[in-house]
Each structure stands twice: as structure tokens, then as C-alpha cells.
């Protein structure tokens, strides 16, 4: 048994873990003498994989091929999704009832009081009744018959292996997996890419800082975005009828000036509580498509490699599944059944984040036990829950809601969130029918059923068809006591905290824990979307120009540097008039030009050069240097120090005084891309600022004892679940930064978390960032990191590999 003092060591990284990746708090001191397993909970490290399975549900075979990727052949679906379900059991057990432990608000259960806060939060936030409206909404749709085979799947996976390292470090064992915890992995998944507490930190930055000095550091748009639609497919006929224009002619512009914004007020303390519990906001992707003329083949090549966090294990697990009528192979997220980004033998897909804005904030006048809606007094919805607490008294909590959704309630003020996870939604189905599509049309009828999250869809097929689209819900915000149309100039914009008790913001045809109307979103064929492009590049960046939008979007895009590297080197392969292969297309994928640094660094070098000798050395370093953040040079090592620095120097004392920690500061684009002038830089002007962030950035490299920028970025940051040092990964020097196409951001980590490129009459070449498998023992458990941190990729096969080792016979169907 581990000794209680490493037990609790371990619930650090636990109550801190982020589902997309890696702990979002340090758990301290870890025992320096506890060394790697062994013996006695071999294993709890290694998979121990049955050969062979009673099914309820029939025959099936799993071949696991030489990285650990079960094939999965079965002539029933549900004797397929079982197998799913028991395997992923076996090797993604720990990490599947960590994410559901920890959504549900149950972790205190088995770690103890350190995680009675974060239970608290999670149950108010009302997760579980999210998932399980949606699970009982399924019931009798086509994807209940796999959701239960899958569930029984994972449930008998847990008692036909033994437990892996997790459940034996915390001394439990995992309850029986339902539908509704598949449910939950999707709310999570939701979450973690939508559920931005953005809104209520802008609204409080109004309050501590000039208006004018907000805009200017948190601007919205840059200018030089590159839309993913570009202009040429916003002026052509592109609807997917092609008899229309994108938007219908009674549509006029809505001008950002004319734009209505939210009148609601919050408290710091809510805030700066919120904040320890928020998604990461550096995670993004890349995505792009060309079709087969400028691929020079006879069917198109799409890419994906979404930029989520970054851990141990990784967050997707592979599968390849041929079940009675359909193959599909890529990754799931552990706990859901279905493959989320890959190609069928029909077509390739991939998502990246929209940043659309799906998620509203409401304060109200309350006394803590109703509040005024309208002309009249309600009472909050209320709910005491028990929390257990192992090895303590348990806790209680209370649950309230209002007519907009969950409350949160913190220092004497509550405030209420409408979130379209918080409804009965269809995802699930929409990726059930995706993976089974055999045309473009079954294509756009599945995707219309994508509810949450919010995302890019990329697509192409081996029709020669290449699609973009802007899926999940989209609401639209309605003015008090008024009804708009979704294309309303009289729309309010969601970038604030709306007033609940006006009510003000409310979204037409949405209920919380129930199957929405829908009405008050803006309608499938209204959403941006390109037919056939040649070719187009997603990088969370703007989708389309805000002026030419009827209706708000979004709140602000991910900072456009991966996205014009990206048009910008397709562009110039497509002028050369050279093909847009596979080949070019990895180098794409590998290119790690930082455009952060192309936009600062004469301004670093005239500022040291006009005044400071001592600095010289690296002035000249930085001079010289291509931008390239190659873990093999020093100047990508001085940039990221001296940026890391630049922000502290700038913004570091005036948010202390504010009260505000780093977790409020912009982006990097913004900050580096701040006009010389700005007041912000006081009285001195910008090159002092320059100067005093740089001599810091040379001292850390010196305490530190670094050379090189694989120093400070390696995959040594990435950590296991529960922040053991030796359930991690080996440091190898990592190139690539959070702002270029080949993504490594050190403070997450985060980057590809899932590097994919399909040429649908050609290769299919796929890479994890560390294994498949979670057992730390395994063989698969980190094989693929040394390839993936040197940027290769491995080639997926498209048939069924492997020696049969799992077979599963019997069963009454």
C-alpha cells in the first residue's frame, strides 16, 4: 500500500487536473524516494488483456498493432461499441473515472478535504444534470443501442484487468460506467473549448483600469487577421444550394459601432474565484484542406492537428473500428465511443475551435434567497448535496439555479450562467452519422446536429468534395423585453455581464437540462461555410469580417500569426504553380516561423543598440536571427525569456495594484504589438521596458543554466495526471512555440495533441504526442514522443492489423 503521505501528494495534480490536459495546479513537494513500481502492482502498470471475453452482444476481435491501437472487427455494432468500451477500459481506465470524478463533483470521495472546493464548484456548475438530460434524450435514438454496449464495455473492462496505477496509488475502485457519463465526457469536452470566463474578467478590467487603456490592450480583432474565409468565397456564390449569396439580400451589414453591449455588474472576489477554475485559454489548432487539382492526385488532402493540453497519457486514445457497415479510424476521447476527428473509407474530417461566444453571464438584485426577474420576485431553484469526504465530515453544498441556468455564488453575490452544453444535445449523433456518411449531403445532415462544441469543420471526401463549416449552436442575444429575429441589428452582443433581472441577453428556445427549440440560434444555413474551396486554412482565427457578420460572434480570436504563416506558405506553393502534396504539405506542418517575433525584435535590437552596451551580445543574436523558434538556437531562447519578461516589465506592477494576477493579462500578440506610444509604457516610452525585460531574460538564462531554446521547451513539462515525476516523460528538446504552426506552448503545456494528415488517394499519417496506452509499464505508454517531439509522423494503415489478441464469443443479443 503507498504510504498516506504520497497518497496525498498525489491529490495535487488530481483536483487541479484539466481533462484537454495536464494539472492546473503544482501539488508541491513530491517524495524524492519514491522510485517506479514495481513488483506487486506490475500489474496496475502493464496492460493485462483477457483472450478471451464473454459479450452479451456477440463475436468480436481486438488486434492491437505495434503502437498499442486496438482494431476492432465485429458484424454487430453493439458487439463492436463493447469492445470499444472494455479496451478502453483496460488502458485508459484511471483516466476516463478521473475526468467523470472530477465533473461530477466527487473527488473529495476518495482524495480527502484538499478537493471539497473544486466538488463545490463543479457541482454548482451542474455537469452531471447536463449529461444526464442528454443521455435521456437519446433514448430511442439510433445511438442508444451503442451507448449501452459501450457502457456494459467499459464496466466489464473494469473488472476483467487489473486496475491501473491511479486506482491503486488512491485505494479505490471505480463505479459501474453509464450512458450519462459518456454524456459528461462531451459536456467536459464542451467545457474545456467553450466555458471562457472571459466576459466577467473583461467587465471587471473596465472597472479597475481607463476604458480606453482595456481596448487598446485587450483589442478584439487585430488587424492583420486572416479570415478563414477569405474574400474571394465571401463574394462568390458558395451556399450550398449555389442559387444564394452567404447571407439572404434583406440581410444588411450590423456595424461593430451600432453594436449593443450588456449592462450587468460583478464583484472581484466572484471573479478572481471563477478564474482558478477556468479552461485554458492558449488551447487552439490548425486545419487546412486543397483539393485534388492543386494536390496533383485524384482526391484531396486535409490536415488537423488540434492544439489542446498536453499530458500523461494523452488526452485522445486511437481506434480503428470495422463494424457491419462502416470503418473508421482516428481518435476518441476517452469514455466516448466514438471516433471525433479521422477518415472513413469514404472521407477525412477534423475540428478546430471557433471561439464562438456560447456561454452568458447574468447578475441580479438578490438577497441571497430570490431575485427580481422582471415585474416579478422568484425563488432560486434549490438543492442541498452532499459531498463526501474521505477521511473527514462531509460536506453540504448548495446547488441553485435560475430561469437562465446554473448559479455560482462566492462572496455574497451570484451569478448566473446560461451555456448551451447546459441543454440535451446531439452530438453523439452527429458523429455516429458523420462516421457513416457516404455522401455530402449525409455529411451536412449530420453536421447540423453537431450541438456543442462550437467548431470548424473541415471535410473532404473521395467525391473530390472539400467543405468548410461553422458548427454547434449559435445564440443570439435579445434585449429586454423584446423578441429579435437571429439577423436583428437590435441583437446584443454577449461580451459583458448581462442584467438577469431585466432580463436582459436571454436566449429564445433555450432551457436549461432540456431539449431546446432552438429558435433564438442562428440557423444552419445562415452559419459561415465555403463549398469546395481550393484551398482554406483554419487557426482559430477571425472566420469572417465583423462588419459583414448580421449577428455577433464572437468575443476575440486566437492572436492570427499560425493562421497567416499557414495562407501565407500555401499561397506561395500555389503561385509556383508546384503541386500542394503530402510532402509540402508535412512541411507545413513542421514550420516553426514565429510571427510574434517578426512584429518586435528590430524594436528589441534598437533599443538595446541606442543606448545599452552590456546588451549587445544579444541584440546581435536576435538581429541576425530567421524567427524560427528552433529548440537547437539561443535567439529563440533570448525571444521567449525576454517575452515572458516583456509582460511582467509592462503590465506586472499596475495589476498587482489592481489586485490582479497574470491570469488577467492578453495575449502575447497584444501585449508585443502594443504602439510604441501607448500609455501604458508611463512616461519613459517603450525602450526602457524593452531594455529591463531583456537584462531579466539573460538573468533567468543564467540562473537557469540554459544555452539553447530546447532547454527551457522539452517534453519533460509534460506531466501524468497525478504530477508524479516518474509517471512522466522523458525530456527531449521540443522546437516549435504557442504561436507557430508547429505548436509547443512551454506554459501549459499545450500543442498537437493529435497530428494528422489524410490524402485520401495516398497515405494517412497520424502521431501522439507520448503512447496509447496509460499503463506505465507498457511498451506503448510514451513510443511515439521521441518521433513526434522531432516532428515525424508514422503512417497509419487502412486495414485491419495485428494478431488477434481478444476474442469476444457468446452473448444473447
Known amino acids: 500500500m503507498v504510504e498516506e503521505r504520497t497518497r496525498r501528494a498525489v491529490l495535487g495534480g488530481i483536483v487541479g487536473a484539466s481533462v484537454l490536459g495536464g494539472a492546473l ?119 442508444e443501442p451503442i451507448l449501452d454496449a459501450f457502457a456494459e464495455g467499459v464496466t466489464d473492462g473494469f473488472e476483467d484487468a487489473e486496475l491501473s496505477i491511479g486506482f491503486q496509488l488512491l485505494d479505490y475502485e471505480p463505479e459501474p460506467w453509464t450512458p450519462a457519463d459518456s454524456m459528461l ?25 481607463d476604458a480606453e487603456l482595456v481596448d487598446e490592450l485587450y483589442q478584439a480583432r487585430m488587424d492583420h487577421d486572416v ?127 471557433a471561439n464562438n461566444d456560447v456561454i452568458d453571464f447574468y447578475s441580479y438584485d438578490s438577497d441571497g434567497d430570490s431575485y427580481q426577474y422582471g415585474d416579478e420576485r422568484r425563488e432560486f431553484e434549490t438543492r442541498e448535496e452532499v459531498i463526501e469526504v474521505d477521511g473527514a465530515e462531509n460536506e453540504t453544498v448548495t446547488v441553485r439555479s435560475t430561469v437562465h441556468g446554473p448559479v455560482i455564488e462566492e462572496a455574497e453575490q451570484e451569478v448566473g450562467v446560461a451555456w448551451t452544453g447546459h441543454a440535451a444535445t446531439e452530438t453523439t449523433i452527429a458523429l455516429y452519422e458523420l462516421t457513416r456518411s457516404k455522401s455530402l449531403d449525409e455529411t451536412l445532415d449530420a453536421i447540423q446536429k453537431f450541438d456543442i462544441p462550437s467548431q470548424n469543420f473541415l ?19 435579445q434585449p429586454p423585453g423584446e423578441t429579435v429575429s437571429w439577423d436583428s441589428p437590435e441583437a446584443l452582443d454577449g461580451d459583458g455581464v448581462f442584467d438577469g433581472s431585466r432580463p436582459e441577453g436571454e436566449w429564445a428556445g433555450f432551457e436549461p437540462f432540456e431539449r431546446p427549440s432552438w429558435d433564438g440560434f442562428v440557423p444552419f444555413a445562415e452559419k459561415p461555410h465555403a463549398l469546395n474551396p481550393e484551398y482554406l486554412a483554419t487557426a482559430n482565427q477571425q ?48 514550420d516553426v516561423r ?21 546588451l549587445q551580445d544579444a541584440a546581435a543574436t536576435l538581429d541576425e536571427w530567421d524567427y524560427r523558434m528552433d529548440h537547437e538556437t539561443e535567439a529563440a531562447l533570448i525571444f521567449q525569456r525576454w517575452t515572458n519578461a516583456y509582460r511582467d516589465e509592462l503590465l506586472g506592477e499596475d495589476f498587482e495594484e489592481a489586485g490582479l494576477d497574470e491570469e488577467f493579462y492578453p495575449s502575447d500578440g497584444r501585449v508585443l504589438e502594443l504602439p510604441a506610444d501607448s500609455d501604458w509604457f508611463g512616461p519613459g516610452g517603450r525602450a526602457p521596458v524593452i531594455r529591463r525585460a531583456l537584462r531579466t531574460a539573460l538573468d533567468t538564462i543564467e540562473d537557469n543554466g540554459e544555452e539553447t531554446y530546447g532547454d527551457m521547451s ?43 494528415q489524410v490524402d485520401l488517394d495516398g497515405e494517412y499519417r497520424a502521431i501522439l504526442p507520448g503512447g496509447n496506452s496509460g499503463r506505465y509499464y507498457s511498451e506503448n505508454y510514451s513510443s511515439q514522443l521521441r518521433r513526434w517531439a522531432n516532428g515525424e509522423y508514422r503512417q497509419l494503415s487502412r486495414e485491419i492489423d495485428g494478431d488477434v489478441e481478444t476474442e469476444y464469443v457468446g452473448g444473447d443479443q
Request: aromatic content about 10%; overall charge negative.
Open 594 to 614: 514565429d510571427g510574434r517575433a517578426a512584429t518586435i525584435v528590430d524594436a528589441i535590437v534598437d533599443a538595446v543598440r541606442a543606448e545599452d552596451d552590456e
Open 185 to 209: 465526457i462531451e459536456k467536459i469536452i464542451a467545457w474545456q473549448l467553450t466555458g471562457s470566463f472571459w466576459s466577467l474578467r473583461r467587465a471587471l478590467l473596465e472597472e479597475e483600469f
Open 459 to 477: 471535410y473532404a471526401d473521395q467525391d473530390d468534395n472539400t467543405l468548410y463549416y461553422t458548427v454547434g449552436k449559435h445564440p443570439i442575444r
Open 25 to 143: 495546479s503544482p501539488v508541491g513537494d513530491i517524495l524524492e524516494q519514491f522510485a517506479p513500481l514495481s513488483g506487486g502492482v506490475w500489474g496496475a502498470a502493464t496492460p493485462d488483456r483477457p483472450s478471451t471475453v464473454d459479450s452479451p452482444y456477440g463475436e468480436a476481435t481486438v488486434r492491437y498493432d505495434e503502437e498499442g491501437v486496438p482494431n476492432i472487427e465485429a458484424d454487430d455494432e453493439q458487439a463492436l461499441y463493447y469492445a470499444a468500451g472494455h479496451v478502453q477500459a483496460i488502458d485508459r481506465g484511471f483516466q476516463m473515472d478521473l475526468q467523470r470524478r472530477l465533473f461530477r463533483g466527487e473527488v473529495a470521495e476518495v482524495v480527502g478535504e484538499a478537493a471539497v472546493e473544486t466538488d463545490r464548484f463543479h457541482r454548482q456548475l451542474q455537469f452531471k444534470e447536463a449529461a444526464e438530460a442528454t443521455a435521456t434524450h437519446l433514448e430511442g435514438t439510433v445511438v
Open 714 to 756: 522539452h517534453t519533460g513539462l509534460i506531466e501524468h495526471l497525478t504530477q508524479l515525476d516518474f509517471l512522466g516523460y522523458e525530456s527531449i528538446p521540443r522546437s516549435g512555440s504557442g504561436w507557430t504552426v508547429r505548436n509547443f506552448g512551454t506554459r501549459g503545456p499545450w500543442g498537437g495533441s493529435w497530428e494528422m
Open 227 to 353: 479570415p478563414i474565409i477569405r474574400e474571394q468565397y465571401r463574394t462568390e456564390q458558395y451556399r450550398i444550394d449555389e442559387a444564394e449569396q452567404l447571407y439572404s439580400d434583406s440581410t444588411g451589414e450590423r456595424p461593430i459601432e451600432s453594436r449593443q453591449r450588456p449592462s450587468g455588474t460583478v464583484d472581484k472576489e466572484l471573479v478572481e474565484y471563477l478564474s482558478a477554475y477556468e479552461p485554458q485559454e492558449n488551447l487552439g489548432s490548425n486545419s487546412w484542406v486543397v483539393n485534388s487539382d492543386l494536390a496533383d492526385g485524384d482526391a484531396p488532402i486535409l490536415c488537423n492537428d488540434p492544439h489542446l493540453g498536453l499530458q500523461a497519457p494523452p488526452v485522445w486514445y486511437e481506434m480503428h473500428l470495422d463494424g457491419p457497415d462502416h470503418r473508421v479510424r482516428g481518435v476518441a476521447f476517452p469514455g466516448v465511443p466514438e471516433v471525433v476527428i479521422g477518415e472513413t473509407d469514404f472521407a477525412a474530417w477534423g475540428f478546430t475551435n
Open 543 to 590: 472566420i469572417i469580417p465583423d462588419d459583414e457578420l448580421p449577428y455577433y460572434f464572437a468575443e476575440s480570436y486566437s492572436d492570427p500569426y499560425r493562421a497567416e504563416r499557414i495562407y501565407d506558405l500555401l499561397d506561395e506553393r500555389v503561385e509556383s504553380g508546384a503541386a500542394v502534396d503530402r510532402s509540402y504539405l508535412g512541411t507545413v506542418g513542421r
